[in-house]
T-cell receptor
Framework: NAGVTQTPKFQVLKTGQSMTLQCAQD?????MSWYRQDPGMGLRLIHY???????DQGEVPNGYNVSRSTTEDFPLRLLSAAPSQTSVYFC?????????????FGPGTRLTVT | GNSVTQMEGPVTLSEEAFLTINCTYT??????LFWYVQYPGEGLQLLLK?????DKGSNKGFEATYRKETTSFHLEKGSVQVSDSAVYFC???????????FGQGTRLTINP
């Protein structure tokens, strides 16, 4: 199993550009989520999904869109990048009906918006 | 609301020293508690967990006890190694919810 994979590892955008961060998992997990990690603030939940076709907002959803057309993939879209979106982004997945199981995290995408 | 507060970092210790990283929480209901670790350049990994009061989670020499009376879940290790250098995150999950709520993280550096 590859686990949770994320691409790209690094990305530099100019203000106003759009891009999609990719996340995929091969563990047949129903639950997937996106976090951003900022210094001194821990991880904050952006969006999450409990299964294909179902998404919901987390703590900091503004400026981000998601969709879940398959169990495996959960892309995060930035429609018009802003410097405030400079951060490290982590995707995570877990089984929906096993809340005490760990969430598996990808290696992260470091995004800089200039 | 639900929140997690960790001790301020960074923390620097010598090899074989005793480690404590404090974590307290505020939560509605009865949360499950977790410690995750992030090694340099990697994503987070589950270190240990506890699901109810007085449970003790343990892994790789680390321990944490779920203390409901003090709403705490402090991480301890009796003798740290250089390889323990990482960022440690305390987190909670409310019963019935899927989402994790993280503390701000504590950076630990162990010097040889």
């Amino acid at each position: 199993n590859a686990g949770v994979t994320q691409t790209p590892k690094f990305q530099v955008l100019k203000t106003g550009q759009s891009m999609t961060l990719q996340c995929a998992q091969d563990m047949n997990h129903e639950y997937m989520s996106w976090y951003r990690q900022d210094p001194g603030m821990g991880l904050r939940l952006i969006h999450y999904s409990v299964g294909a076709g179902i998404t919901d907002q987390g703590e900091v959803p503004n400026g981000y869109n998601v969709s879940r057309s398959t169990t495996e993939d959960f892309p995060l879209r930035l429609l018009s990048a802003a410097p405030s979106q400079t951060s490290v982004y982590f995707c995570a997945s877990s089984y929906r009906d096993r809340p005490l199981d760990e969430q598996y995290f990808g290696p992260g995408t470091r995004l800089t918006v200039t | 609301g639900n929140s997690v507060t960790q001790m301020e970092g960074p923390v620097t210790l010598s090899e074989e020293a005793f480690l404590t990283i404090n974590c307290t929480y505020t939560a509605t209901g009865y949360p499950s508690l977790f410690w995750y670790v992030q090694y340099p350049g990697e994503g987070l990994q589950l270190l240990l967990k506890a699901t109810k009061a007085d449970d003790k989670g343990s892994n790789k020499g680390f321990e944490a006890t779920y203390r409901k009376e003090t709403t705490s879940f402090h991480l301890e290790k009796g003798s740290v190694q250089v390889s323990d250098s990482a960022v440690y995150f305390c987190a909670l999950r409310i019963q019935g919810a899927q989402k994790l709520v993280f503390g701000q993280g504590t950076r630990l550096t162990i010097n040889p």
